[in-house]
């Protein structure tokens, strides 16, 4: 019973640099998305996926893509990462017709 | 636009001292309000759905309640391990996209 699962767990990039976030999970899950979450800024979706091949933009989308080439997995990229990415990140799964979400257990990263 | 408000933003009790926590909601055709444990370092943990006014539901000593304007998060004879950040989530009648609030920190003193 993994869920979500997302990886790396940490990373620290230099300002520029590029990087993908995975989240994989096992449930089944039509639905997938991507989180930031900031200290005083609560939870704000970046993207978010309806199905396989599927991908729509969320409130925070500049400066992020995504990629769901299989129903298991949600890929976030960071083409040129800035400080202003500096955050903590979840990425979450749903069915349809359900409306709880499942979350990983984050990805903290930080751009120097 | 949907939004969700949790307050306080940090509520500090001592052991058994019930309380409660609040979420009130602007969101357009609501199909879902949700309540959320996270704990430190690690992600959001469901707890409830509600779909109606009236509706209440139970988890040990929580309890949640939703009127058509807000959401209250009850809290009966806390324990220290009820330490958390609470989130309170809203789900739209057009998409199914969660709106979060800020959360509520939760720190229950022995």
């Known amino acids: 019973n993994a869920g979500v699962t997302q990886t790396p767990k940490f990373r620290v990039l230099k300002t520029g640099q590029s990087m993908t976030l995975l989240c994989a999970q096992d449930?089944?899950?039509?639905?997938m998305y991507w989180y930031r979450q900031d200290p005083g800024m609560g939870l704000r979706l970046i993207h978010y996926?309806?199905?396989?091949?599927?991908?729509a933009k969320g409130e925070v989308p500049d400066g992020y893509n995504v990629s769901r080439l299989k129903k298991q997995n949600f890929l976030l990229g960071l083409e040129s990462a800035a400080p202003s990415q500096t955050s903590v990140y979840f990425c979450?799964?749903?069915?349809?017709?359900?409306?709880?979400?499942?979350f990983g257990s984050g990805t903290r990263l930080t751009v120097v | 636009e949907d939004q969700v408000t949790q307050s306080p933003e940090a509520l500090r009790l001592q052991e058994g001292e019930s309380s409660s926590l609040n979420c009130s909601y602007t969101?357009?055709?609501?199909?879902?309000l949700f309540w959320y444990r996270q704990d430190p370092g690690k992600g959001p943990e469901f707890l409830f759905t509600?779909?109606?006014a009236g509706e209440e539901k139970e988890k040990e000593r929580l309890k949640a309640t939703l009127t058509k304007k807000e959401s209250f998060l009850h809290i009966t004879a806390p324990k220290p391990e009820d330490s958390a950040t609470y989130l309170c989530?809203?789900?739209?009648?057009?998409?199914?996209?969660?709106?979060f609030g800020k959360g509520t920190l939760l720190t229950v003193n022995p």
């Open positions: 989530a809203g789900r739209g009648g057009s998409n199914y996209k969660l709106t």
């Open positions: 449930m089944n899950h039509e639905y």
């Open positions: 979450a799964s749903s069915y349809p017709l359900e409306y709880g979400y499942t």
């Open positions: 996926s309806v199905g396989e091949g599927t991908t």
């Open positions: 509600l779909y109606s």
């Open positions: 969101v357009s055709g609501l199909r879902g």
